[in-house]
């Protein structure tokens, strides 16, 4: 577990994949060692004990949320005060933050801006859905809005008969809705690369990619002394190493 930057209040980890940030549960699934999952907020609480004296057990100081298999910038505070100023900035939309995301096929647009609402899905209640404001069923759905730009195109074409082609882009997210980024690929017709929840039935991935290709590459935020800092990570090693075997 990467440290990307820490202080008396505040500490900035970069979070691998194919871990859950906290249990919304005292008592987690079992694995088939018979222990239970272990959590990011299990691990940093070994490291950094007293991280139980902010916020409510199970979450603690955990500021924002990442998918499990999300890798990249998660933000820890360390005491009740940097925790409730950083969430106030979070809820009020004062936050920057930017992620890497590979998705399948080529968009049409080289940049884009995705508004809709997002809820729970009826069929699915892991799943989250697009809703639009004239359905009945929109009702106390939220707003959610995801901005992207194209950085590239690639293409597995060399290596396999069939020719398929992945974009990938930088996103913005304006609001932070639930699975808001694969949700909003997924309605656009372009499901994140490796994306086993939102993608199509039989979609095929990239060589190499074992989780769902989205990275949290960039978090701006402000401080209590009100001076606004940068936080920033690299890509990683997985990911880079399925780019380089794509072709542009």
Do not use: W
């Not at 899905?121 to 901005?147: G, H, L």
């Not at 304006?174 to 909003?184: D, E, L, V």
Request: aromatic share 8%.
């Amino acid at each position: 577990m990467k440290i990307i930057y820490q202080d008396k209040n505040l500490l900035v980890v970069d979070k691998p994949s194919n871990i859950i940030v906290f249990s919304e549960k005292s008592i987690t699934k079992k694995t088939a060692c018979g222990e239970r999952s272990r959590t990011m907020i299990d691990l940093l609480l070994e490291q950094f004990p007293h991280l139980e004296n902010a916020g409510k057990p199970l979450r603690y100081g955990i500021v924002h949320r990442l998918d499990k298999d999300t890798s990249g910038v998660l933000l820890v505070a360390k005491n009740n005060k940097t925790l409730f100023y950083l969430q106030k900035q979070f809820k009020e939309r004062e936050v920057s933050k930017r992620y890497i995301a590979l998705v399948t096929g080529r968009l049409r647009e080289k940049e884009g801006e995705i508004k809709t609402l997002i809820g729970r899905s009826p069929k699915d209640r892991i799943k989250q859905k697009v809703y639009f404001p004239f359905e009945p069923s929109s009702k106390n759905k939220r707003e959610a809005v995801t901005n992207y730009r194209v950085l590239s195109v690639l293409c597995s074409c060399a290596k396999e008969k069939k020719e398929n082609y992945y974009t990938l882009v930088e996103v913005i997210t304006k609001t932070g809705r639930k699975h808001q980024i694969r949700t909003h690929f997924n309605y656009l017709g372009h499901p994140v690369a490796g994306d086993k929840l939102y993608g199509f039935k039989n979609q095929i991935s990239p060589a190499g990619l074992k989780r769902h290709f989205l990275h949290a590459s960039f978090l701006e935020i402000k401080f209590l002394n009100g001076k606004k800092r940068e936080f920033k990570s690299e890509l990683p090693e997985d990911l880079t190493r399925v780019l380089e075997n794509l072709n542009s």
